[in-house]
């Protein structure tokens, strides 16, 4: 099964009179349909489940879009700001019609959802955590304490806004991965890319990092990252990049034949959780 993720930036703006907000939005769904056709011709498989969060300016509209690519659908998941407006935390999940899958909001608090999504013995969990390193590591925490309770497998999937290179610490002061795996046995798996966030300073210099990534449970039986778009650089038009990662459980085969690959590439025709730490 392969799960992905795309911080869209607030690229979904398809009814915007800015040709900025409009132009990216476009160019996000032309990259999202031909990484589907990129994998299915070179991996013979077909992509499960797809998040994309940051679209708070034209969730519906780009969720009916990527309803029409065939074998799938697509549903927005508005999430409310302080002032009850769309915001920037909304989500859109795509995913193949054949697996039927559980959506559910979890936790009391709309503002800053986790999408649980289960699937064939598979708990998936996309999220978009809080853009502040102190309060970061907390959310992840309960994040993760919340799917730890699921019967089966899981992961946790998206935007940590915790950098990658800050989870194991440091000689003097244990990392959140080391905490994290202490208390539940998950671990934290790299996107197989360089970077996956992007910002121009204004000196003209980029700063990179890696920012969204994937944690799982101790019983994924195994796990490889697949960018969607290798060597990822467009920081300018989106300054996330997307990542997936492809999940196998119980031995399962997600080869296809030559006539399914073909056929899932023809155009449709009609309270915050909170868990107590330890020190």
Not at 56 to 80: H, T
Not at 143 to 169: R, T
Not at 240 to 261: K, Q, S
Request: net charge neutral.
């Amino acid at each position: 099964m392969i799960v992905a993720y795309w911080n869209t930036q607030r690229a979904s703006g398809l009814e915007s009179s800015a040709e900025g907000p409009q132009s990216r939005c476009i160019w996000c769904c032309e990259q999202l349909l031909r990484w589907i056709h990129d994998t299915v011709r070179a991996h013979q498989a077909v992509p499960s489940l797809i998040f994309l969060s940051e679209v708070s300016q034209g969730g519906g509209p780009m969720a009916a879009f990527l309803s029409r690519v065939s074998g799938y659908q697509a549903r927005y998941i508005p999430a409310g700001d302080r002032n009850n407006n769309p915001s920037p935390c909304s989500y859109i999940i795509m995913w193949r019609e054949e697996l039927n899958p559980r959506i559910e909001v979890v936790g009391a608090s709309q503002k800053r959802p986790v999408l649980r999504v289960r699937v064939r013995g598979l708990t998936v969990g996309g999220v978009h955590i809080i853009a502040n390193r102190q309060q970061a590591p907390d959310e992840i925490f309960g994040d993760i304490a919340e799917l730890n309770q699921e019967q089966q497998p899981a992961v946790l999937l998206g935007d940590m806004n915790y950098p990658w290179e800050q989870l194991a610490g440091s000689a003097y002061q244990p990392g959140l991965s080391g905490e994290i795996k202490d208390l539940f046995d998950w671990t934290p798996v790299n996107p197989g890319l360089l970077a996956t966030y992007g910002k121009q300073k204004k000196s003209g210099a980029l700063k990179t990092e890696t920012l969204d990534y994937l944690w799982r449970s101790s019983d994924v039986s195994r796990i490889e990252a697949i960018p969607p778009i290798p060597g990822y650089n467009q920081w300018r038009m989106i300054d996330h990049a997307p990542i997936a990662y492809r999940i196998h459980l119980n031995g399962e085969d997600e080869v296809m034949d030559e006539a399914a690959a073909s056929a899932s590439l023809r155009p449709r025709v009609e309270p915050r959780r909170r868990a107590l730490r330890t020190s």
